[in-house]
């Protein structure tokens, strides 16, 4: 395999916008005369950290893609294009690249995206997927550190699905009262992240503060607290489950699974209580599942989070942790 | 270690300009209210492939920006700001990444630069380094596909050194009459690539097609021809080289090494006619080298280069591929 043979046959076609200059120059050129901000993120995915050998190229590529989408999405914004490096070694093939390229593909058309540039280099060892994602756009940006005091907090979609969806990869052979249907919902989950385009909007309208959950909703919930310097009360019998991770946790006997476990792409936001009706009835009209899980209170030189028994919620042994 | 206590202690303090949102929102906002184009290159360098383990920490930190900041330059545009993602096995430590945090540093005063955002993950062999530079303009590029008939070609500073200089680190005993101070100097271009901000205003000023050097010399002229569709004539006799690249090559005997090795990060150009004298001036203003290497002819179906003899350059097996 060689490197211009791959860019050239699955990589350009990808770069279909004007600005990409077809990747004939090494660099992007992106028109921003309209436009007041690019809003942009960069996320790394390693095999064995973030994905396995073994798990399905299109997967990963619509991973790759996915958890940059959604960084976006949380501040309200729209995702244009992106750029994209990997880095392989030689177990990786080019049938390989053509069902990760198939991946890009769909998502692109998914999520309305274009590839605007990267790179493709040998790796003695793994595979080593970046993303650089931008939104052009004029709208501000809904950031972590402006929570009010008496704003609802809000989680879109359920939690905990892919922290065990992962669990029931690594143990294949524990029943806890899951069918088929059941494992395969969770483990799907895992694989692939759903952040909504539709959510964007909603954002932009009703929310004080925002961020999406990569790290565990509490993990999560906690750095929004941080970073807005405020107290959350967070009532643990509102938080959302899907059906199958409720039959999971019923089995289990431990939501801290759901609770600390990594990986739910969804978003948490903070929106003023005048906002409440109209936001619960603009999340119907677009069909976004939200739930109000809690409180925000004062600023506090010790943010930090407490359930509806006043109990204070800490970082625990079921935290993903990027880096260890 | 643990990702946040680096990131606060050591990459935080890099984020010094308010488009960075201190990386607290895991989004830069990037303000291009009074720009037209944000002009964005994404490079990988990996350990093994692109620099050893053994090497300064510091130097792959000043690598990582200045393969991306010669991309930029060559195109006629001042870099900006940049994303900077690490992928890292266990073996890194503290002090590693405190030097190469300090290189970092380092190269932002010398360029002008800030850090807009990125990742820090965890691998389970390696080292990967990702940047996403971009600069902000209201300047058209100078792009590759725009070489006119007639046009001179010219390349900034001296071709060769850096593959000499990997060629010195893997035959430690070979002497070929170099002095330790030559040594140093070819191995030092190897460890650390110049490219400079003044080639910037020359370019946009003079050139009409445009690229830096990467891949070796000759490899570079022939995607700069393909890409304008031209066929080009390089005088062999007028290539620049430095004086410990002169020596080398006297007792080498044989000078493909310096015409097809990678890693020079010097620009080559196309330049009208009627502008030679100008740009000959200018290029003294700014004590800038640059030697007038050929002619670009005419247009073709199969873009190609010669020498002064008319005789074809070929890709070479000194050619450095990303990816074999």
């Given at each position: 395999?060689?490197?211009?043979?791959?860019?050239?046959?699955?990589?350009?076609?990808?770069?279909?916008?004007?600005?990409?200059?077809?990747?004939?120059?090494?660099?992007?050129?992106?028109?921003?005369?309209?436009?007041?901000?690019?809003?942009?993120?960069?996320?790394?995915?390693?095999?064995?950290?973030?994905?396995?050998?073994?798990?399905?190229?299109?997967?990963?590529?619509?991973?790759?893609?996915?958890?940059?989408?959604?960084?976006?999405?949380?501040?309200?914004?729209?995702?244009?294009?992106?750029?994209?490096?990997?880095a392989m070694d030689d177990?990786?093939?080019?049938?390989?690249?053509?069902?990760?390229?198939?991946?890009?593909?769909?998502?692109?058309?998914?999520?309305?995206?274009?590839?605007?540039?990267?790179?493709?280099v040998l790796a003695p060892?793994?595979?080593?997927?970046?993303?650089?994602?931008?939104?052009?756009?004029?709208?501000?940006?809904?950031?972590?550190?402006?929570?009010?005091?008496?704003?609802?907090?809000?989680?879109?979609?359920?939690?905990?699905?892919?922290?065990?969806?992962?669990?029931?990869?690594?143990?294949?052979?524990?029943?806890?009262?899951?069918?088929?249907?059941?494992?395969?919902?969770?483990?799907?989950?895992?694989?692939?992240?759903?952040?909504?385009?539709?959510?964007?909007?909603?954002?932009?309208?009703?929310?004080?503060?925002?961020?999406?959950?990569?790290?565990?909703?509490?993990?999560?919930?906690?750095?929004?607290?941080?970073?807005?310097?405020?107290?959350?009360?967070?009532?643990?019998?509102?938080?959302?489950?899907?059906?199958?991770?409720?039959?999971?946790?019923?089995?289990?006997?431990?939501?801290?699974?759901?609770?600390?476990?990594?990986?739910?792409?969804?978003?948490?936001?903070?929106?003023?209580?005048?906002?409440?009706?109209?936001?619960?009835?603009?999340?119907?009209?677009?069909?976004?599942?939200?739930?109000?899980?809690?409180?925000?209170?004062?600023?506090?030189?010790?943010?930090?989070?407490?359930?509806?028994?006043?109990?204070?919620?800490?970082?625990?042994?079921?935290?993903?942790?990027?880096?260890?």
């Open positions: 395999m060689d490197e211009k043979f791959i860019i050239k046959k699955y990589f350009m076609p990808l770069a279909n916008g004007k600005d990409s200059l077809q990747l004939k120059d090494d660099v992007a050129n992106i028109d921003v005369a309209d436009e007041k901000y690019i809003v942009s993120n960069q996320d790394s995915l390693v095999m064995g950290t973030h994905f396995f050998k073994s798990d399905d190229p299109a997967y990963i590529a619509k991973k790759s893609l996915r958890v940059n989408i959604s960084d976006l999405i949380s501040k309200g914004v729209r995702p244009y294009g992106y750029f994209l490096s990997i177990t990786i093939d080019e049938n390989w690249i053509k069902l990760f390229s198939k991946g890009l593909a769909e998502d692109q058309k998914k999520y309305n995206l274009t590839l605007l540039g990267g790179d493709t060892n793994g595979l080593f997927i970046t993303i650089n994602m931008l939104s052009r756009t004029n709208d501000t940006i809904i950031k972590r550190s402006s929570a009010s005091c008496g704003d609802n907090i809000y989680v879109t979609g359920t939690i905990g699905n892919s922290a065990i969806g992962l669990y029931l990869l690594k143990n294949k052979n524990d029943n806890l009262g899951l069918d088929s249907k059941d494992r395969q919902n969770l483990i799907r989950k895992y694989h692939l992240p759903n952040p909504r385009l539709q959510t964007i909007q909603l954002i932009k309208n009703f929310a004080s503060s925002s961020m999406d959950t990569t790290d565990g909703l509490i993990n999560d919930l906690l750095v929004l607290a941080g970073t807005s310097g405020r107290v959350f009360t967070i009532k643990k019998r509102s938080i959302p489950y899907s059906v199958s991770t409720k039959k999971f946790l019923n089995s289990y006997g431990d939501c801290d699974i759901a609770l600390y476990g990594g990986d739910d792409y969804e978003v948490i936001f903070t929106s003023p209580m005048k906002f409440e009706d109209m936001l619960n009835e603009y999340a119907k009209k677009i069909k976004l599942r939200i739930t109000k899980i809690g409180k925000v209170g004062n600023l506090s030189n010790h943010p930090r989070i407490y359930d509806e028994k006043h109990e204070e919620f800490k970082t625990s042994n079921y935290s993903f942790k990027h880096f260890k």
